[in-house]
């Protein structure tokens, strides 16, 4: 069994990503539903009072007054008018607010996921609902083809692609959710030991053993990133808040990754490129959650987030579905374990030389 290598060197990333989840509170979309049910509720209250029941003592607690009233001018904005102001200071519902809350569909939080047009060359392909992080350089699969994403206009709802040589299917609402830090653990426990369990049947067995050889076909033992024609391969072995984060630092720091899941593609980029850049994040501070949002091209993905600027749903997509104090150990981890393998190679490398050189002819001999 070589779990216990590996648990160890997961142990310093996974306290950061759970103290980042612990951290983490409810969208800034979720918080617009609750002020608009709560001047329902009473028929108006104080900016003062709302936050005191929402946010001091309430769920919210990870938003700051500035940031409450930045929301608060944003849905009370002419082009919103989710809400106004009495002349006392008591907020009010609004022209759109009233017709929102009177509405049977206010009772659900969430929405349906919208769709977006995907267009190549001026040509419309399609269309499908959208509940993944887009961004330019993305890949994806639609219509059996493979397409790497050039731009998303959010009020247009479009999304130019182009063609691409590798890509993954477009996520669809309804499938499963985040996949936490722990179950990625396991699936590497699963990975990295040689126990079958019992309660599997033939088929589950084989495909087991099938999977195992070919983590080890691959080296996935030794290392944690991989090369093949000219695109590389990272597996962090993380769950999806702290996998996307180290992605969009990665596409920060100018590398075309993409996440498929567990994995991160960097295509046509050479694994020394994607080692430094590692590498450089490992010795840094966290990077700017905000600044990493920014980088997300569909921001609005809740159901109230079009009635918000860009820079508060950036704000909100930071606290809610990112984990940048990750990002630093994770990069640590990755690199150390690819560390490992070259001074490995580099071992066996040498006593090959040196066993090759004491069976060779005196005058041959190094």
Same mark, same amino acid.
């Given at each position: 069994?070589?779990?216990?290598?590996?648990?160890?060197?997961?142990?310093?990333?996974?306290?950061?990503?759970?103290?980042?989840?612990?951290?983490?509170?409810?969208?800034?979309?979720?918080?617009?539903?609750?002020?608009?049910?709560?001047?329902?509720?009473?028929?108006? #209250?104080?900016?003062?009072?709302?936050?005191?029941?929402?946010?001091?003592?309430?769920?919210?607690?990870? /938003?700051?007054?500035?940031?409450?009233?930045?929301?608060?001018?944003?849905?009370?904005?002419?082009? =919103?008018?989710? #809400?106004?102001?009495?002349?006392?200071?008591?907020?009010? #519902?609004?022209?759109?607010?009233?017709?929102?809350?009177?509405?049977?569909?206010?009772?659900?939080?969430?929405?349906?996921?919208?769709? $977006?047009?995907?267009?190549?060359?001026?040509?419309?392909?399609?269309?499908?609902?959208?509940?993944?992080?887009?961004?330019?350089?993305?890949?994806?699969?639609?219509?059996?083809?493979?397409?790497?994403? /050039?731009? /998303?206009?959010?009020?247009?709802?479009?999304?130019?692609?182009?063609?691409?040589?590798? +890509?993954?299917?477009?996520?669809?609402?309804?499938?499963? +959710?985040? #996949?936490?830090?722990?179950?990625?653990?396991?699936?590497?426990?699963?990975?990295?030991?040689?126990?079958?369990?019992?309660?599997? !049947?033939?088929?589950?067995?084989?495909?087991? =053993?099938?999977?195992?050889?070919? $983590?080890?076909?691959?080296?996935?033992?030794?290392?944690?990133?991989?090369?093949?024609?000219?695109?590389? $391969?990272?597996?962090?072995?993380?769950?999806?808040?702290?996998?996307?984060?180290?992605?969009?630092?990665?596409? !920060?720091?100018?590398?075309?990754?993409?996440?498929?899941?567990?994995?991160?593609?960097?295509?046509?980029?050479?694994?020394?490129?994607?080692?430094?850049?590692?590498?450089?994040?490992?010795?840094?501070?966290? @990077?700017? @959650?905000?600044?990493?949002?920014?980088?997300?091209?569909?921001?609005?993905?809740?159901?109230?987030?079009?009635?918000?600027?860009?820079?508060?749903?950036?704000?909100?997509?930071?606290?809610?579905?990112?984990?940048?104090?990750?990002?630093?150990?994770?990069?640590?981890?990755? /690199?150390?374990? +690819?560390?490992?393998?070259?001074?490995?190679?580099?071992?066996?490398?040498?006593? $090959?030389?040196?066993?090759?050189?004491?069976?060779?002819?005196?005058?041959?001999?190094?």
């Amino acid at each position: 069994m070589r779990s216990g290598a590996s648990s160890s060197r997961r142990s310093q990333w996974s306290s950061c990503s759970s103290a980042a989840g612990a951290s983490r509170r409810a969208s800034v979309s979720t918080l617009v539903h609750q002020i608009l049910a709560l001047i329902a509720q009473r028929g108006g #209250l104080s900016a003062y009072r709302a936050y005191e029941i929402l946010c001091r003592t309430g769920p919210f607690t990870g /938003v700051t007054p500035s940031l409450f009233a930045q929301l608060l001018r944003a849905i009370a904005a002419p082009d =919103a008018t989710l #809400l106004e102001q009495a002349t006392d200071g008591t907020l009010l #519902l609004g022209e759109v607010g009233e017709r929102i809350v009177d509405s049977y569909e206010f009772f659900a939080v969430f929405k349906t996921p919208e769709e $977006y047009r995907i267009v190549c060359d001026g040509k419309e392909l399609g269309t499908l609902p959208i509940v993944a992080v887009l961004t330019p350089g993305t890949t994806i699969i639609f219509s059996g083809r493979r397409w790497q994403v /050039v731009t /998303v206009n959010e009020q247009q709802k479009t999304i130019i692609v182009s063609p691409s040589k590798s +890509g993954v299917p477009p996520a669809f609402g309804g499938d499963g +959710g985040d #996949l936490h830090d722990a179950v990625v653990a396991q699936m590497h426990r699963v990975y990295e030991n040689d126990d079958v369990p019992a309660f599997l !049947d033939k088929t589950a067995r084989a495909l087991l =053993a099938e999977a195992r050889s070919a $983590y080890r076909e691959l080296g996935l033992t030794r290392t944690a990133m991989l090369e093949r024609d000219g695109t590389s $391969y990272v597996f962090p072995w993380a769950g999806t808040v702290a996998v996307n984060t180290l992605a969009l630092a990665l596409k !920060d720091a100018g590398l075309p990754a993409s996440v498929h899941r567990v994995i991160i593609e960097v295509e046509r980029t050479p694994l020394d490129k994607v080692w430094a850049v590692l590498s450089t994040l490992a010795d840094s501070s966290p @990077p700017d @959650p905000a600044r990493l949002a920014h980088r997300v091209a569909n921001l609005e993905r809740e159901k109230y987030d079009c009635f918000l600027p860009r820079a508060l749903l950036a704000i909100g997509f930071a606290a809610d579905r990112l984990a940048p104090d990750a990002v630093g150990a994770l990069a640590q981890t990755i /690199v150390g374990a +690819g560390t490992r393998a070259k001074d490995q190679r580099e071992v066996h490398e040498h006593q $090959y030389a040196v066993r090759l050189n004491s069976t060779a002819p005196q005058s041959q001999r190094m």
